[in-house]
């Protein structure tokens, strides 16, 4: 206390000189220019009260000012109850604490050190790594060096002939001590030099290295533990009997520092704790992160201990809603649950148990929520939550919640409570079962198959627990159960029960089987009779009908399968004149007649049928014998008939006559020239044939032997018989067509089109048979016919045209949804919204809605409008899909697929915090003011609502879509309430709290 005395009185000493001297205009004390000083080492910044400096050479001391810049030499003192930070190069900073004079300078011997010379007090030194600059502090005659690139904060207090180090935060190397070269969080030491005495310390600048030794004097360290709060806790406002708590040796003096930034750059709070290891949390006056650390002083040197944090939240105990189970399979479930009141973009830490004190998770989840798990157990299961904060912080768990998941359903036993027979032999029979607690409803399964594939299942409620079945039966009929619960499980099957038919209907179906056998055995008998008819069928080969044959000339006779005979006749009846030559094993023979004439031939098969008979007509070799004759087609209806002359000559010319006669008494047509043109014929029949050669327009030989050829009718229109169509799939129709086979067709031609007069063919087959199936997706009614093909190219006329149907197939949906109800409409409710692409063709719409995705037990609805609103108030899935209607009997009328939407109830908004302006803020009438808020999940505007009485009548309410509001007419004066709340088409939050302004 002396010792400050004689400084204070020192100090206004020399102040009152320097004014004197000032007046007198001593040199020294005038205006400095700095920029002979060389470069700045540091600047003053954050002065409290009395702070004065020295340039270099100065003998007098000035008073500073925020930015006053320090040179090589300088001087700072700060005086009683003042303050003062220093700003280094590299962002280094050195907090002066009151009664501190200090002197800075640059080593003479190495430009990157910077000396600290402490003559009295205090100062905290915090350094970060981007810090190139090595710091020396004089100990008496000798330095301490500490190294740059380190982030530390260092506490330095002058002792006698001695400094005090003190580490509040990172590490230093410290060179110049012999038994210490590193000082770390926490440790505190006394520095002395060995040898020197009581030496004051050396003035100046000299950065020499002293050969007077440092030693440590002595090492301070109470171990220091801090207990309560935890590290990471989470402390609530409401929650006051909060206290912090510690372990520590005795001390001359404790404090407890508090900080919202972790390395107490800032300190918020600072108790004295001297004496005591317990004190109360300030709770009130924190938030957010809250750093705290101890620190003890012996000899006037703190020692800091390590630093805590909790976090001070301003809300209540997480807790969880209640859970709710969704069925997936036969015992595996899906458990959902959230959280009341949701933080927005908070995690959470979600547990699932089989035991109520969590030894065994069965499941856990970090993240956001709400939680899902898969449970495949049954029993009890525990839930519990917290909240993870930032910092590693985390809430106190909350409530467990015990949750049961039942057992999967087992298969009911099946009994048959009566049995017997009605009037007309129908079985009856009364069938029982018992339901289990969990059943909803019951599934009777009935089928003629013991497997019980293609059954028929009738759905029962969970009330009924019998069943009568009356059925005529004539085969065994399979019956079993399975349970249904309201969750969609369905269990294993029961016991299968077998009903047999009655006596009645055994003598029936006994009856019914012997004339069942009969028809089965003449069916065989004809199938055999077709697979006889098979086995001896024959195909001739050569000759061809009304082949000319010449006597003496071999005839060679080919076919293909067993023809135990052949034989001649002059007859076609062959009923005269029968020649039969065998030819088992043979395939072809030969034979050469003597005579002319003509015979008729045919094979005989091994099953005593024969081929249809042909003729031969047998001439003598002569100067001119016709051979065949050929028919080629011009158009339908007619034809060209020509000649082939054994040996003719291309140049040679011949007359050609026709006769509908053997003998030639009315010739029809004739022809003079070349074979190579023949006789064009119109009408259909039996056309004899004979030619003479011609020499100058005269006769050169007799005339030729009679050949005949037969012409055919034109082709008739085909006769349809049956037209089918059947909707494959919702955008194919299959068109099945018959008709009856056309006379002389080889083949036949179907084509498609989309006008009845077949002026655009969109679509052509060629078939062989007389049937044919069309696959098609026209949008469009279309037509089709069929037309017969020759061998020759002949094209018949159509047939009658067939109009298929077009296909309507279901619209797009362009949107499907749930739309919330709007609370500005009264009556309003939450409704499945449905809107589709029109169809052309459709005059309405059927729309089936269900609950599951089979659709069935749908509701269905009728809609002349493209789009459709049904209310919703169960949560689930909803399916649905669309059939347009044509109203005609033109379309197919085929649904679209099935959509699925789910619905869940939306979550209630949150209450939001006022942010400004603060409550009991003042304002100049007509100033604009600025109303800010938090944000609001799920708010699509905000809502805020001014008045002049505490009950908000006569209020007025501003909608606003961002989270502040600048009010920019002004309120007249007074004091004007204000709250706020968020607000959707379908919700409103509750109002925040009310606050006021002053408006003056």
């Known amino acids: 206390m002396k010792k400050k005395l004689v400084l204070a009185a020192l100090v206004l000493f020399i102040g009152i000189i320097a004014g004197v001297a000032y007046l007198a205009g001593i040199p020294g004390l005038s205006k400095v220019d700095e920029t002979t000083l060389g470069k700045p080492l540091a600047v003053i910044r954050e002065i409290r009260t009395q702070v004065r400096h020295k340039y270099p050479g100065d003998f007098f001391w000035r008073t500073a000012s925020d930015g006053q810049k320090l040179f090589n030499g300088s001087e700072v003192f700060v005086g009683e109850k003042s303050a003062a930070v220093l700003h280094f190069s590299g962002n280094r900073r050195a907090r002066l604490s009151e009664n501190t004079l200090l002197r800075i300078s640059e080593d003479s011997s190495d430009r990157n050190n910077l000396i600290l010379a402490l003559n009295d007090g205090s100062f905290n030194l915090r350094s970060f790594p981007n810090d190139n600059t090595g710091i020396i502090l004089r100990v008496d005659q000798a330095g301490l060096r500490i190294g740059p690139g380190s982030k530390y904060d260092l506490y330095v207090k002058k002792k006698e002939h001695a400094l005090g180090l003190a580490m509040a935060a990172g590490q230093i190397a410290i060179e110049g001590v012999e038994d210490k070269k590193i000082l770390t969080q926490g440790e505190s030491v006394v520095v002395r030099s060995r040898g020197s005495g009581n030496a004051p310390p050396v003035s100046g600048n000299q950065g020499e290295t002293s050969k007077v030794e440092l030693y440590i004097d002595q090492t301070i360290d109470p171990s220091i533990k801090l207990l309560q709060p935890v590290e990471k806790q989470v402390v609530y406002k409401n929650e006051t009997n909060q206290f912090f708590v510690w372990e520590s040796a005795p001390a001359e003096h404790q404090t407890l520092e508090y900080s919202t930034h972790p390395d107490f750059y800032q300190i918020d709070g600072e108790l004295t704790v001297t004496g005591t290891k317990t004190i109360p949390v300030p709770v009130a006056k924190l938030s957010g992160d809250v750093f705290w650390r101890v620190v003890s002083y012996k000899e006037g040197v703190p020692h800091f201990s390590s630093a805590s944090y909790f976090k001070v939240a301003n809300l209540q105990k997480t807790s969880l809603t209640e859970p709710r189970l969704t069925f997936i399979e036969r015992g595996k479930w899906q458990l959902d649950v959230s959280i009341n009141n949701p933080a927005a973009n908070a995690r959470y830490e979600f547990q699932v148990s089989r035991t109520e004190r969590y030894q065994d998770l069965y499941d856990a989840f970090v993240g956001p929520a709400p939680f899902r798990s898969l449970i495949d157990q049954s029993g009890d299961f525990y839930l519990r939550v917290r909240r993870l904060y930032g910092n590693d912080l985390v809430s106190d768990w909350s409530d467990p919640l015990k949750l049961h998941v039942r057992s999967p359903l087992t298969a009911p036993i099946l009994k048959v409570s009566s049995h017997g027979e009605k009037v007309g032999g129908v079985v009856a029979a009364t069938l029982s079962w018992t339901g289990e607690e969990a059943a909803e409803y019951f599934l009777l399964r009935t089928s003629f198959n013991a497997d019980m594939r293609d059954s028929k299942i009738t759905r029962l409620p969970k009330s009924k627990t019998e069943f009568e079945i009356n059925e005529y039966l004539t085969r065994p009929y399979y019956i079993s159960l399975q349970t249904e619960a309201k969750e969609g499980e369905v269990s294993a099957a029961s ?489 959707s088409s379908s919700q409103t939050s509750p109002w925040s709290d009310a606050s006021f302004i002053e408006v003056q």
Do not use: C
């Open 495 to 983: 016991n299968i029960v077998t009903l047999q038919p009655s006596p009645t209907a055994m003598k029936n179906l006994a009856a019914s089987a012997a004339a069942a056998r009969a028809a089965e055995l003449q069916a065989k008998k004809s199938e055999a009779a077709a697979t006889a008819d098979r086995q001896n069928a024959l195909s001739i080969t050569a000759p061809e009908d009304n082949l000319v044959a010449y006597v003496g000339k071999p005839i060679r006779f080919e076919w293909s399968g067993s023809a135990p005979a052949l034989e001649f006749s002059t007859v076609a009846s062959f009923t005269q004149d029968l020649e039969k030559l065998n030819t088992s094993g043979r395939t072809s023979t030969e034979v050469t007649r003597r005579k002319a004439g003509f015979f008729y031939w045919r094979l005989i098969a091994a099953n005593g049928k024969t081929t249809p008979p042909r003729k031969i007509t047998v001439v003598p070799p002569s100067d001119i014998n016709l051979e065949k004759a050929e028919l080629r087609l011009i158009e339908r209806g007619r034809w060209e008939i020509t000649a082939k002359v054994r040996d003719a000559k291309n140049n040679e010319r011949f007359e050609l006559q026709l006769s509908r006669t053997a003998d030639f008494q009315t010739v029809t047509a004739s022809r003079t020239g070349p074979l190579s043109g023949g006789v064009e014929v119109t009408d259909p029949g039996t056309y004899y044939l004979r030619a003479q050669k011609i020499y100058t327009d005269k006769p050169s030989s007799g005339w030729s032997n009679v050949i005949s050829t037969e012409v055919r009718p034109p082709l008739s229109a085909p006769e349809l018989l049956k037209e089918k169509e059947d909707l494959l799939s919702p955008v194919t129709v299959r068109v099945t067509m018959k008709w009856k086979p056309v006379p002389h067709a080889a083949g036949y031609i179907i084509e498609m089109a989309d006008t009845p007069k077949f002026g655009n063919v969109t679509l052509s087959v060629n078939l062989n048979s007389p049937e044919y199936a069309i696959d098609h997706a026209t949008k469009e009614p279309s037509y089709v016919r069929v037309l017969a093909r020759s061998k020759e190219g002949e094209i018949s006329p159509a047939s009658a045209v067939f109009k298929i149907k077009g296909v309507l197939p279901g619209p797009s949906v362009e949107r499907y949804e749930i739309t919330f109800a709007n609370i500005d409409e009264k009556q309003a409710q939450d409704q499945l919204h449905v809107l589709w692409n029109h169809r052309k063709n459709a005059k309405k719409y059927l729309i089936e809605v269900g609950r599951n995705e089979s659709l069935k037990d749908a509701q269905r609805f009728e809609t002349r409008n493209i789009e459709f609103f049904m209310p919703v108030q169960e949560e689930g899935w909803y399916y649905f899909r669309l059939i347009p209607k044509s109203e005609s009997p033109d379309f197919f009328d085929t649904p679209s697929q099935v959509y699925g939407v789910e619905y869940r109830k939306q979550a209630d908004l949150l209450a939001a915090a006022l942010e400004a302006p603060a409550k009991g803020n003042k304002f100049k009438a007509g100033d604009a003011i600025r109303f800010a808020w938090g944000q609001i999940l799920g708010a699509a505007w905000y809502e805020l609502e001014l008045a002049k009485n505490t009950d908000f009548s006569g209020s007025v309410v501003y909608k606003v879509e961002a989270r502040d509001y600048y009010l920019n007419r002004g309120l007249s004066k007074g004091r004007w309430y204000f709250r706020m709340r968020g607000r």
